[in-house]
């Protein structure tokens, strides 16, 4: 994808992003369950890159909290921030550096970046709150990043890899990887 694309791919996901919340009626407790701002920064990050993925996922809650009032900035928004830029970086990463991109490597970059985001979150959550005089332990952190999340977890491990299937089914996309541009499909 060059370079133009991506970012129209990243400004379209950064819209997205915006406007999905939405959908979950801005309830905060539907929201913390379906995790609807989550989707378009792994997208971003897998389609155009960790780079674009990173910015997006970085800039996405604080723009929306500034221009929605959703998430409140301190120290959700700032939390979520760091949490979606570390998703979009670390799928978007390792999927580029995987040498066959299919499910196995989709899933792969998709599982260790939610990890690995919801821990940058907790590290985050700790500091923001710490400085506030608040403290954030150890169940708050597990009952948050896992438990609440476990719809929007499943709704990500099913959408994502249905997406980039459709994207490779359509053509916009090459999803398999190295074989099919061998034989010429994803110029």
């Known amino acids: 994808m060059r370079t133009n694309q991506k970012l129209s791919v990243s400004a379209l996901m950064l819209t997205l992003g915006m406007v999905l919340p939405f959908f979950t009626g801005q309830i905060a407790v539907i929201g913390n369950m379906l995790l609807p701002m989550h989707i378009p920064v792994f997208l971003c990050g897998l389609l155009c890159g960790w780079k674009f993925g990173l910015f997006i996922g970085f800039s996405l809650p604080l723009l929306r909290g500034m221009v929605f009032g959703m998430p409140i ?9 760091f949490e979606l830029a570390a998703y979009g970086m670390v799928v978007g990463y390792l999927y580029e550096r995987n040498h066959k991109q299919g499910i196995r490597a989709l899933y792969c970059a998709l599982l260790s970046a939610m990890v ?3 821990v940058v979150w907790g590290c985050i959550e700790v500091m923001l709150l710490g400085v506030g005089g608040k403290l954030f ?4 952190f597990i009952a948050s990043a896992f438990v609440q999340a476990i719809p929007g977890i499943l709704l990500q491990l099913v959408l994502i890899p249905c997406v980039m299937l459709l994207l490779d089914h359509t053509g916009l996309i090459c999803f398999h990887g190295r074989e099919k541009e061998q034989i010429g499909i994803c110029d």
Request: a neutral charge; aromatic letters at 12%; charged letters at 10%.
């Open 137 to 140: 332990i150890w169940e708050m």
């Open 73 to 81: 900035i301190y120290p959700t928004g700032l939390a979520m921030a």
């Open 116 to 118: 690995i985001g919801r």
